[in-house]
C-alpha cells in the first residue's frame, strides 16, 4: 500500500466516522415541524428533550386554508423531521415540501388507520379518536426512534405513559357520555370535525358547514339545521375556535337555542389557556358536551 494511498483511505475513513457521529452521538435536539398544532403538542410529549418541536399552523389557527409563507419554507429545510396529519388534511404540504427542499422523513401520523368515509373521501380529522391518536403516538414514537437511535428506550416509555394517559381519558368520556341518554346525545357545531368523537361516544354531530372550513355553508343546510333545533331534535350548540362564529350566533339568533361554548377542533388554544395540549384539549370537549347534554333537572 503506498504512502498517498493510506493517507487518502483514512481521511475516508474519518469523513464517514464524523458523520457517524453526528448522527448518533450528537446531542443536539432533533429539529422537528409538526403541520399543526395539535400533532406538534403531542410529538413532544413523545420527543421530551430529544426534539424540538415546532407547528407550521398556529394555536386558532385554520390548516383547512393556511396559506404557507417562504419563513416556512425556510423552517423545513433545516429540520430533521416533519409530521403531518394525512388523509388530505394539509392540501398544502406537498407544495411546500416540494418548494423547500426538504429531503429528510415526512411522517404520516395517520398511516395505519381506517378512516371514515364521508361520501369516497377520508374525513381527515382523526385526532378526534382518542383510539386513533394512540396510532398518531406509535407512528411518531418509531419515526423519532429512527432518527436518534441511540434515545429509543426513553422514546418508548414516554410514548407508553403519554398512551396510558389517552386510555384513561377515553374511559372516562365513555363513563360521563353514557349516562346520558343516547337520543338526547345531538349537537350542532360549524364544521364537521368531530364525527370520530361521535363515533366513539355515540355523539350525533350536525355541521351545516361540512367537513373543510373552505366553502360557506348554504342556506338549505342552515334552514335545515334550523329547523331541526326548532323540533328540539338538537339541544346544544357549539362555537369552535377555528371558524367564524357568526353562523352559530345566527343559529341561536334564529331558534332561540343557546350557545353551549367552544369546542376546540382542529387547533390548540393559546399556550397558558384551557385547551393548550391535546389532552386539555379533549378533557375540555368532553366536559362542555356533558354539560350542555346532561339532562336538567
Ligand atoms: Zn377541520
Redesign the pocket.
Known amino acids: 500500500m503506498n504512502r498517498r494511498f493510506s493517507l487518502r483511505a483514512l481521511a475516508a475513513s474519518a469523513l464517514i466516522l464524523a458523520s457517524l457521529h453526528g448522527h448518533a452521538a450528537d446531542n443536539k435536539p432533533l429539529q422537528v415541524v409538526a403541520s399543526f398544532s395539535i400533532l406538534a403538542d403531542i410529538t413532544r410529549e413523545i420527543a421530551g428533550d430529544v426534539a424540538e418541536v415546532t407547528s407550521l399552523v398556529a394555536a386558532n389557527a385554520d390548516a383547512?386554508v393556511f396559506e404557507p409563507t417562504p419563513k416556512d419554507a425556510l423552517r423545513l429545510k433545516t429540520a430533521d423531521l416533519v409530521v403531518v396529519n394525512g388523509l388530505k388534511f394539509e392540501g398544502w404540504m406537498d407544495r411546500l415540501v416540494k418548494s423547500s427542499g426538504y429531503k429528510g422523513p415526512l411522517v404520516v401520523a395517520t398511516s395505519g388507520i381506517t378512516p371514515r368515509l364521508v361520501r369516497t373521501s377520508a374525513d381527515p380529522?382523526a385526532w378526534q379518536s382518542l383510539v386513533h391518536a394512540q396510532t398518531y403516538v406509535k407512528n411518531i414514537a418509531e419515526a423519532l426512534a429512527r432518527a436518534r437511535p441511540d434515545q429509543a428506550a426513553a422514546i418508548a416509555s414516554r410514548a407508553s405513559s403519554y398512551s396510558q394517559k389517552l386510555q384513561a381519558l377515553d374511559l372516562d368520556a365513555r363513563k360521563q357520555l353514557e349516562a346520558i341518554p343516547e337520543a338526547q346525545r345531538r349537537v350542532i357545531t360549524s364544521?364537521d370535525?368531530f364525527a370520530y368523537l361521535g363515533d366513539a361516544y355515540k355523539i350525533t354531530f350536525i355541521a351545516p358547514q361540512g367537513?373543510?372550513?373552505g366553502s360557506d355553508a348554504s342556506a338549505g343546510t342552515v334552514a335545515a339545521v334550523i329547523k331541526q333545533i326548532k323540533a328540539k331534535q338538537a339541544r346544544a350548540l357549539f362555537v369552535e375556535n377555528i371558524t367564524d362564529r357568526r353562523l352559530i350566533d345566527r343559529i341561536a339568533a334564529e331558534t332561540g337555542a343557546v350557545v353551549g361554548g367552544t369546542l376546540y377542533?382542529?387547533a390548540l388554544s393559546m399556550p397558558g389557556s384551557e385547551a393548550d395540549t391535546y389532552l386539555k384539549l379533549y378533557a375540555h370537549n368532553i366536559q362542555q358536551l356533558v354539560t350542555a347534554l346532561r339532562p336538567k333537572p
Open positions: 383547512h380529522h364544521h370535525a367537513w373543510t372550513t377542533s382542529d
